[in-house]
Antibody, heavy 121, light 110 residues
Framework: QVQLQESGPGLVKPSETLSLTCAVSGDSISGVYWWTWVRQAPGKGLEWIGQVYRDGSTNYNPSLNSRATISLDKSKNHFSLQLSSVTAADTAIYYC??????????????WGQGTLVTVSS | QSVLTQPPSVSAAPGQKVTISCSGSNSNIGNNYVSWYQQLPVTTPKLLIYENNQRPSGIPDRFSGSKSGTSATLDITGLQTGDEADYYCGTWDSSLSAVVFGGGTKLTVL
């Protein structure tokens, strides 16, 4: 059973960089999963941000215009999200998830509880 | 505007069956597997269906998924008040090289 826990500032100023970390327990970050961030703006639907694999391979949502960076820290068994140049439109609940990806499949079976990040001055 | 199209809401009486549709294109549903998620009020999304029609352990067989061409459906039978939630479909989009979701469907059990 994989457990995920997001952490990071709940308030970020416009134009600054949002930084979140997801602590993983119950599995190694060097295992078979892709490690993914998904967000949900208040009252809105789900939006995939991007994914990272154990070898450092990444994919990102093109709608974010290269503002997102996802990285691994194998020594701490966690992964991180940085989102630069944030605006109020980036206010959302941010979830870290495990993703089974490849051969035409992509699905998210374990989710963190989510952390609300508000962008405001 | 979501890449995948879902009805904003559906409703049915307890014990009845409801179908939630998810429409896409050849670059996403047409050539990739579909998954479905349930999000109860103020909770984390939960995986209901993966690979079009597979249920994770612990998901009752009242929930079933199917896919035909560029559309997918989620069927829920024997509706219970506890099924009231938002439901999302998702898949990989090969043109965007990104996961795409539907806008979500709010299920009301009358």
């Amino acid at each position: 059973q994989v457990q995920l826990q997001e952490s990071g500032p709940g308030l970020v100023k416009p134009s600054e960089t949002l930084s979140l970390t997801c602590a993983v327990s119950g599995d190694s970050i060097s295992g078979v999963y892709w490690w993914t961030w998904v967000r949900q703006a208040p009252g809105k639907g789900l939006e995939w941000i991007g994914q990272v694999y154990r070898d450092g391979s990444t994919n990102y949502n093109p709608s974010l215009n290269s503002r997102a960076t996802i990285s691994l820290d194998k020594s701490k068994n966690h992964f991180s999200l940085q989102l630069s140049s944030v605006t109020a439109a980036d206010t959302a609940i941010y979830y870290c998830t495990t993703e089974k990806y490849g051969d035409g499949q992509s699905y998210f079976d374990y989710w963190g509880q989510g952390t609300l990040v508000t962008v405001s001055s | 505007q979501s890449v995948l199209t879902q009805p904003p809401s559906v409703s049915a009486a307890p014990g009845q069956k409801v179908t939630i549709s998810c429409s896409g294109s050849n670059s996403n549903i047409g050539n990739n597997y579909v998954s479905w998620y349930q999000q109860l009020p103020v909770t984390t999304p939960k995986l209901l269906i993966y690979e079009n029609n597979q249920r994770p352990s612990g998901i009752p067989d009242r929930f079933s998924g199917s896919k035909s061409g560029t559309s997918a459906t989620l069927d829920i039978t024997g509706l219970q008040t506890g099924d009231e939630a938002d439901y999302y479909c998702g898949t990989w989009d090969s043109s965007l090289s990104a996961v795409v979701f539907g806008g979500g469907t709010k299920l009301t059990v009358l």
